[in-house]
């Protein structure tokens, strides 16, 4: 307004023709009703200008505020991701030690178990030779004392020397000569085992 910073113009202006008493007064009121218009115009104007500011005010206000929670809202999302973050990676770190311990368990079985499949076949091949040593066994003593039990064991090939030898009238036998238990090559605590085992 033209008042700001100061009397109104008019307002001397008045005082003036009215101090000097040669202004028809009528102008006099007419200047004032002016005025009076000019001011109230103004007012109106400041009227509306301080609406718009209050207004401008209370929206800025709430916008800040509305900023504010938002950054208080983003705020506990971020600590909460980096609390998720932090227990991800807690459970990443104990996956990797339970894998590892798993491959360490299972290498640690698989060598138990190479070895205890080495045993079985060891002991399987051991206990194979026994039964056909037990068998031979039984079946040499079955020639002497249960001579219809007893198995004839297949006859061994002569080479060509030895066929020769026999055609002369040699006699080169087809086995060793048995030593042991009644001539069978069996010894008595062979036998006692044997008759342990079964």
Do not use: W
């Not at 048995?178 to 342990?196: D, E, I, K, N």
């Amino acid at each position: 307004a033209a008042s700001r910073g100061g009397v109104h113009p008019r307002l001397d202006l008045i005082a003036l023709a009215l101090r000097g008493k040669k202004m028809n007064f009528d102008k006099v009121i007419t200047m004032i009703d002016e005025m009076a218009s000019t001011l109230k115009k103004e007012q109106e104007d400041d009227n509306s200008k301080k609406q718009y500011c209050e207004k401008e005010f209370d929206e800025t206000e709430d916008r800040f505020k509305e900023l504010k929670h938002e950054k208080e809202r983003l705020d506990e999302k971020h600590s909460n991701l980096k609390q998720d973050i932090a227990d991800t990676k807690d459970s990443i770190a104990q996956l990797e030690q339970g894998i590892s311990d798993l491959d360490k368990a299972v290498a640690e079985a698989t060598e138990t178990r190479k070895e205890e499949h080495d045993d079985y076949v060891k002991s399987t091949a051991q206990d194979q030779a026994a039964v056909e040593i037990l068998e031979f066994a039984k079946n040499r003593l079955q020639k002497f004392y249960n001579p219809k039990l007893y198995k004839e064991g297949p006859k061994r090939e002569l080479s060509e020397e030895e066929k020769m030898y026999a055609a002369y009238g040699g006699d080169i036998g087809t086995t060793p000569a048995p030593g042991g238990l009644a001539g069978t090559g069996v010894s008595a605590g062979f036998v006692q085992l044997g008759a342990a085992d079964e």
